[in-house]
């Protein structure tokens, strides 16, 4: 019988989950997903093989349990930082500073992008997750128009169109990352129509 990690079987099974994440995150950036194996990722996680199957039955089904996780922690980290923010415009401001500080490590993976070596299945998955993050910017584009701040448009054309900006944009480190997060800031609110920030 395997060790347990942790005080439960409960306890055992979210370190174990999150090791194998760590190590994923790690060898993805490191490699790309399509060159490592599920053996490469419990090696690096420091577990057998057979273990990971108790998990996860393939890669591709590691790829989004990790994918679901990570979502859900931006998500509330996401929710809380709109908490308390009454203007539309400054709840997108808000939402485009939190996207600058994502980490994408799925586009920024060396290898082929993960769209051409994933199942159609699994990319159909991958979708439904970035529709959770979208749906909170569907949420404050509506308000805005509702409040008058925002001009009518068509929401199911704008979300995506900020998404590509918000996830394609490199934000630098240093001193010239605040210039780089003001602009794109100013940016995205011009191609809503809402009133551009001030300059710095």
Do not use: W
Not at 151 to 160: L, R
């Amino acid at each position: 019988m395997p060790k347990i990690i942790g005080g439960s079987l409960h306890e055992h099974r979210e370190q174990t989950r999150q090791r194998l994440f760590a190590a994923l995150s790690t060898l993805m950036a490191e490699k790309g997903f399509d060159a490592i194996s599920l053996a490469d990722i419990a090696a690096h996680a420091g577990m057998g093989r057979t273990a990971v199957y108790n998990h996860f039955p393939d890669k591709e089904s590691l790829l989004l349990g990790f994918i679901s996780h990570e979502t859900e922690q931006y998500v509330a980290t996401l929710e809380q930082a709109l908490r308390g923010v009454e203007d539309p415009v400054e709840q997108l401001r808000t939402y485009v500073r939190q996207q600058t500080q994502l980490t994408r490590v799925f586009h920024l993976a060396p290898g082929p992008d993960l769209r051409t070596v994933l199942s159609r299945g699994t990319q159909h998955r991958l979708r439904e997750h970035v529709a959770g993050v979208e749906g909170i910017l569907r949420r404050i584009l509506l308000a805005g128009i509702d409040a008058g701040v925002l001009p009518p448009q068509d929401i199911d054309t704008t979300v995506p169109l900020v998404h590509a900006c918000l996830s394609g944009r490199g934000v630098p480190d240093g001193a010239d990352r605040e210039r780089a997060v003001h602009a794109t800031e100013t940016f995205v609110l011009r191609a809503v129509g809402a009133p551009a920030p001030a300059l710095v």
